[in-house]
């Protein structure tokens, strides 16, 4: 199996953390780096060959990871020379990817079974598959359902539920043919695309833990929270503590 890590933001909202470090190298409970942690789940998963999408600071991605003979995978890289989106990588590499491939950014903490989202994608047929999680927000005001200037409806600070995109994606290389090399090009692009042509894209429900690294608040709660969900998170590897 083969998994894209998408690694070349540039972590704009985790600045100043990301001015000299790349988010996917941000250490996550004083030992390890979020992409070692990815890294070492794709192994345990039962993945052989990654393909890291590098840019910002690109150099020590490459460094870090090297060839990947330490998690016993094959890493290869494609380097964006302009800022391609979080689809526009894939184009420069399509016609090298397998049939159906396993797409992440590189900033995700979960204990998703990735083996599994991508044998559910294979068995969908389907173009692209999202993992998807609840997420709950508290309004703090009153809302009102208002109809030809009258309020119909009155809820008092209710909490709203919705599914979000956790950053994983089961897809499938005939979804890229149509895009040209060197087109930046985003996943909201793409969802949009597909739903223009017919194509709905299936999804795979996640009620695990899940932790988008995108915000300070997000790292900050990552590292408070290291030592209950690390065992959740590493494999355990003979003489090596979680």
């Known amino acids: 199996m083969h998994a894209v890590i998408l690694a070349g933001g540039k972590g704009v909202r985790l600045r100043p953390y990301t001015t000299t470090l790349p988010k996917p190298l941000m250490p996550i409970g004083d030992k390890h780096a979020i992409l070692e942690i990815v890294l070492d789940q794709l192994a345990a998963r039962g993945f052989t060959s990654v393909t890291l999408a590098i840019n910002h600071l690109g150099p020590l991605i490459k460094a870090f990871v090297g060839d990947g003979a330490r998690w016993g995978l094959r890493v290869d890289y494609v380097e964006e020379d302009r800022p391609l989106s979080t689809v526009g990588p894939l184009f420069?590499?399509?016609?090298?990817?397998?049939?159906?491939?396993?797409?992440?950014?590189?900033?995700?903490?979960?204990?998703?079974?990735?083996?599994?989202?991508?044998?559910?994608?294979?068995?969908?047929?389907?173009?692209?598959?999202?993992?998807?999680?609840?997420?709950?927000?508290?309004?703090?005001?009153?809302?009102?359902?208002?109809?030809?200037?009258?309020?119909?409806?009155?809820?008092?600070?209710?909490?709203?539920?919705?599914?979000?995109?956790?950053?994983?994606?089961?897809m499938s290389r005939r979804t890229l043919s149509p895009y040209p090399v060197g087109r930046p090009f985003g996943f909201d692009q793409l969802v949009l695309d597909l739903l223009a042509r017919g194509e709905h894209p299936a999804t795979y429900p996640f009620t695990g833990f899940w932790l988008d690294i995108g915000r300070p608040e997000d790292y900050d709660e990552a590292n408070r929270s290291f030592a209950e969900i690390g065992p959740r998170l590493l494999r355990l590897r003979e003489g090596e503590p979680v």
């Open 92 to 170: 420069a590499i399509k016609d090298a990817l397998p049939d159906e491939f396993l797409v992440m950014n590189g900033d995700v903490l979960t204990d998703l079974d990735y083996a599994d989202l991508l044998h559910q994608h294979a068995l969908t047929g389907s173009a692209l598959t999202v993992a998807i999680a609840e997420r709950t927000h508290h309004i703090e005001f009153g809302v009102l359902d208002v109809e030809a200037s009258r309020i119909v409806g009155f809820r008092e600070k209710p909490d709203l539920c919705y599914q979000v995109s956790m950053g994983v994606y089961g």
